[in-house]
């Protein structure tokens, strides 16, 4: 029995790993258009608008619409509402202000080169606390995930802007976002994965309150080209991706979704290449093959833990009924 149980449990995982690589890739193409698209909309709205209208309307999206089809899901259990609040207070709300000002005030290839010191900061943390076994490959992984970034972007040519509060922000952005990375994970197999978007973006909106009121937010917005523009951007590039985020964390852990969301980088460049007939240098492809082996590596990772028997990490995935 236990020989039939074996190959079950080993299928099992394979099929997690696949699912939470699947979704967190998915997460990565919506970020890199949406990257695109947001450094045009920063060109009529300031970072605050742009991030607090993105997570009320993404909120009132999920919180409308499970009201709706299943009310139950959106029951929150009272240990979890700090956890909660400081997830979308500090996290998400944080984290999405934090990279629109670094973008803004430097430019895209320093925001999202920066954002992607992540990796190192989870697989720091996750080791500090003893969540997460470290190895060689991790240690690889991580390096040649941030060195992958820095040429894949172009950063190394000289493609940065020196301002020292856009570049206080993007680095900041990769501490936020390492913390939803590794805070998330500790509860969210608990609700559904909708509704557990729904309940983190009700405390980021709440967050972005004490900083501009709502009057001040749709003044924000000169005209009504630009509120489909953002609409369209939050419904489509922002939640969708964040769904995928959070799901993904249930099947893989917290350092191989960061190290694949800079896959998003690679996207980037691939859609540039293949729509915009934008040439991609030597150094760059050397840096997305990079990224890319820094995925490959960390799945690597994985797969010798479980064969040792040290996963590490536990999968947690519950029903979302």
């Not at 240098?281 to 990224?291: N, R, T, V, W």
Request: hydrophobic share 55%; charged share 10%.
């Amino acid at each position: 029995m236990s020989d039939g149980a074996a190959p079950t449990a080993h299928a099992q995982n394979v099929r997690h790993r696949l699912i939470g690589f699947g979704l967190v890739t998915t997460a990565a193409i919506f970020w890199a258009t949406s990257v695109v698209a947001g450094r045009v909309i920063l060109r009529q709205v300031d970072a605050l608008s742009l991030a607090q209208a993105s997570h009320v309307v993404s909120w009132l999206a999920l919180a409308l619409g499970l009201a709706i089809v299943r009310p139950t899901l959106l029951r929150v259990q009272r240990r979890d509402i700090w956890r909660f609040a400081l997830l979308g207070a500090i996290g998400i709300a944080g984290s999405s202000y934090l990279v629109n000002v670094g973008i803004q005030r430097t430019n895209t290839v320093m925001g999202v080169t920066l954002q992607y010191a992540a990796p190192a900061i989870v697989l720091i943390w996750n080791r500090w606390r003893g969540t997460e076994k470290v190895d060689w490959k991790k240690v690889v992984a991580v390096v040649a995930s941030m060195t992958g970034c820095v040429f894949a972007t172009g950063l190394h040519r000289g493609k940065f802007v020196f301002d020292a509060l856009g570049i206080a922000a993007a680095g900041g952005a990769a501490f936020t976002f390492a913390f939803v990375s590794t805070f998330s994970k500790s509860f969210g197999s608990r609700y559904n994965p909708l509704a557990f978007t729904a309940h983190t973006f009700l405390a980021s909106s709440l967050m972005y309150l004490l900083f501009q009121s709502h009057t001040k937010l749709i003044a924000a917005f000169p005209n009504r080209e630009v509120v489909w523009y953002m609409l369209g951007y939050t419904l489509v590039l922002g939640l969708v991706p964040i769904i995928c985020f959070f799901y993904s964390l249930r099947f893989i852990s917290a350092t191989a979704v960061t190290i694949t969301c800079s896959f998003e980088i690679v996207i980037a460049g691939t859609l540039a290449w293949i729509i915009l007939g934008e040439a991609m240098a030597p150094s760059q492809i050397a840096g997305s093959l990079m990224i890319l082996a820094a995925v490959i590596l960390i799945e690597q990772s994985r797969a010798d833990e479980e064969a040792s028997g040290d996963a590490g990490e536990t999968i947690s995935v519950v029903p979302t009924s």
